[in-house]
């Protein structure tokens, strides 16, 4: 898996661990610190983006739910540092409290904040209505983890070895008592029979390195507590998934799933030795389905459904065995690494599926900022094309190559060995489809579709530069569209279908179907041209003399068409 950006220890402070998160939902912001007292802000490619200045050295870091906020405390003032990823500004908060801050999280449902400090206080913080609600003495000892649920519960572990359950206003709603100090705290359903609720009803803590605390908060006379076998060391890290399933990793380079269900608690339903001297770290995507350890010089990686199997191995050459923390974007796409010398690595974990193809010329997506063209018929040789923007659409020409995302595209003008960036445009709306051939784009958005020349012609009039379809007045929406090199095919909801001659730079044709059409496929010459409709049926239509032919057995699930190009069978679809 390709590494896609380095952050060097010396950026850090060249020693100790590294504290770094991943904006939430979005994943377009990573923000790390280590002891420098400096926290720094890097978006998807690696390139810094923000620095916040601390008069301390970092004790935490979070993202608000939308991934709006990033929230900062330290270890020399009661002050926490808000930097807003829209405005890329920081702004500070009096927490109020004298002592040193030592944990937060922010609610994973709501605008709340908590804050906790050396001494056992707790600081509940709203960022809508700026209230402040702090709850002095909530333990006797240092708040070191906790965890919010999604019914805005909060729970708190601290050094006095005991675990609180609060509501979000700040009320105690349960305390239990443990025999070491917890760590490692979070929320999770644990099922306890066939009619329990869809809730996330445990608080899962590690006890003293060596035990999983489960604390059930509709039963908490009865918290389970589970040991393991002691060849496999301390626990160091795991993680909840599936249907009331944990991944448990150890020190001495063991990971094991457990079930929680209560008829078969604790119960090994998978174990094996992923690292040779130590492991010390896990993590999961959801998204992905996959499950990572790290330890040693590598990242091993799994899928959930069938972890025996190994699906993939990241070597971290400069580690040095001193592998420490991971986490996954919330897409799955990015998977960061830091080492205890202070080294962020974030390695590409998925790419998405993107290309697109124009005679025998081939574009595809190989990195997220990377497009590869070739045409291996011609023998012409690949290169690739470096990109602005992750794209979520591309299209290849004749002679050009379009990428872009949301309302933006980029205009590359391609040769024998490489791409130059032309031109970009904005448009009107989110880019639904786009189309090119040898002079034109057609870029459907909102019911709309507009077309446009690729390359401005100074010989070319106004009017022919762009245009918009459907004509004002004519109230139609357009559901689908075609680009030939001589004409503009759309359908549209009422039924019918256009043909646009280009060259005369008029309507030619027009269609009526019975039913809304889904989807036009023209042949090269545009001739004929396959109609997908409303009901999923397939038909073959001829604008020549307007004859339609259904095509039998058409599967309802078809995606698209395809035309023969081959001069002999270009009937042939």
């Not at 790390?32 to 008069?55: A, C, H």
């Not at 700026?130 to 906790?146: A, E, F, L, Q």
């Not at 998977?335 to 974030?346: D, E, N």
Request: charged residues 20%; negative net charge.
């Amino acid at each position: 898996m390709k590494r896609v950006f380095f952050v060097s220890e010396k950026l850090h402070g060249a020693q100790g661990s590294v504290r770094f998160k991943w904006q939430k939902k979005q994943g377009n912001y990573l923000a790390t610190s280590g002891t420098s007292r400096t926290v720094y802000v890097f978006d998807r490619r690696g390139d810094l983006k923000s620095e916040i200045s601390l008069p301390g050295v970092c004790t935490g870091l979070d993202w608000d739910k939308d991934g709006d906020v990033l929230a900062v405390i330290q270890d020399k003032s009661g002050v926490v540092y808000l930097w807003d990823a829209n405005t890329h500004r920081t702004s500070q908060l009096d927490s109020g409290l004298k002592d040193q801050l030592t944990f937060l999280t922010w609610s994973r449902i709501g605008p709340q904040l908590a804050i906790g400090s050396s001494k056992g206080n707790l600081l509940l913080y709203n960022h809508q209505t700026s209230r402040k609600v702090p709850v002095m003495g909530k333990h006797s000892k240092k708040i070191t983890c906790g965890a919010w649920n999604a019914q805005n519960l909060l729970a708190l572990g601290s050094e006095d070895r005991s675990v609180s359950v609060s509501s979000a206003d700040g009320d105690t709603v349960n305390v239990a008592q443990l025999r070491a100090e917890p760590g490692s705290m979070q929320f999770s359903e644990m099922k306890t029979d066939e009619k329990s609720p869809h809730e996330e009803n445990t608080v899962s803590a590690i006890v003293g390195k060596k035990t999983m605390f489960l604390l059930n908060i509709n039963d908490p006379e009865n918290p389970i507590e589970l040991a393991f076998q002691s060849r496999y060391g301390n626990i160091v890290s795991y993680q909840w998934y599936g249907d009331g399933l944990l991944l448990i990793g150890f020190s001495n380079g063991f990971f094991i799933v457990i079930s929680t269900h209560v008829k078969e608690i604790g119960q090994e339903m998978f174990q094996a030795r992923n690292h040779k001297d130590t492991l010390s770290s896990t993590a999961i995507s959801l998204t992905l389905q996959k499950a990572a350890t790290c330890g040693d010089n590598s990242v091993k990686i799994h899928d959930l459904s069938e972890l025996k199997e190994m699906y993939a191995i990241i070597t971290v050459e400069d580690a040095q065995g001193q592998l420490d923390r991971m986490e996954w974007t919330d897409d799955g796409q990015l998977l960061t690494v830091s080492t205890r010398t202070g080294c962020v690595h974030t390695y590409l974990t998925k790419l998405p599926i993107l290309g697109d193809a124009s005679g025998t010329r081939l574009a595809y997506l190989t990195s997220l900022l990377e497009m590869t063209v070739s045409n291996n018929v011609d023998q012409e040789p690949s290169f690739r094309v470096e990109l602005k923007v992750e794209p979520t659409f591309v299209c290849v020409g004749l002679y050009h190559l379009a990428v872009g995302m949301n309302n933006r595209a980029w205009f590359y003008l391609l040769g024998e060995r490489g791409a130059e960036l032309q031109s970009d445009k904005e448009y009107l709306g989110t880019v639904n489809k786009m189309m090119l051939n040898g002079e034109y784009a057609a870029v459907l958005y909102d019911n709309k579709l507009q077309l446009h020349m690729i390359e401005a012609d100074p010989d070319a009039g106004d009017d022919r530069e762009s245009r918009m379809f459907p004509d004002k007045g004519r109230g139609l929406q357009i559901t689908c569209a075609a680009l030939t090199s001589d004409f503009l095919l759309f359908g549209t909801e009422s039924g019918s279908l256009h043909y646009f001659y280009i060259e005369d730079w008029q309507y030619v044709n027009e269609f009526r179907h019975v039913v809304a059409i889904r989807g036009v496929y023209p042949d090269a010459a545009g001739t004929r041209v396959i109609i997908i409709d409303d009901k999923s049926d397939g038909l073959v239509y001829n604008p020549v003399n307007d004859a339609t032919l259904e095509i039998p057995n058409f599967s309802p699930s078809t995606l698209g068409i395809l035309w023969e190009n081959y001069p002999n069978d270009r009937a042939s679809i």
